[in-house]
Nanobody, 113 residues
């Protein structure tokens, strides 16, 4: 059974940083196209960042230069380093295995002064 467990969310002030983690069980992340999505209140879920099994990455324009997606194969974990956070980044962040129906439960990120 595949499980994705996100952690690392919280309440931070504008300009601060957070690192989200997505720990997987039931599959080896190194072989999959992994992504982080987010959903803000009243908005559709949107792709934030993705990393292919070969390591190539892509980002939403709104987070380029501020967020970095990475993967630790030994820990079977995907990360999202978020720097220079803005109020517009407030959302629930989800880990997802692209092209499959596997989603984590989400972790809340709130950016507020």
């Amino acid at each position: 059974q595949v499980q994705l467990v996100e952690s690392g969310g919280g309440l931070v002030q504008p300009g601060e940083s957070l690192r989200l983690s997505c720990a997987a069980s039931g599959l080896f992340l190194r072989y999959y196209y992994m992504a982080w999505y987010r959903q803000a209140p009243g908005k559709q879920r949107e792709l934030v960042a993705a990393i292919r099994d070969g390591g190539a990455t892509n980002y939403a324009d709104s987070v380029k230069g501020r967020f970095t997606i990475s993967r630790d194969n030994a820990k079977n974990t995907v990360y999202l380093q978020m720097n220079s956070l803005q109020a517009e980044d407030t959302a629930v962040y989800y880990c997802h295995v692209e092209r499959y129906t596997y989603w984590g439960q989400g972790t809340q990120v709130t950016v507020s002064s």
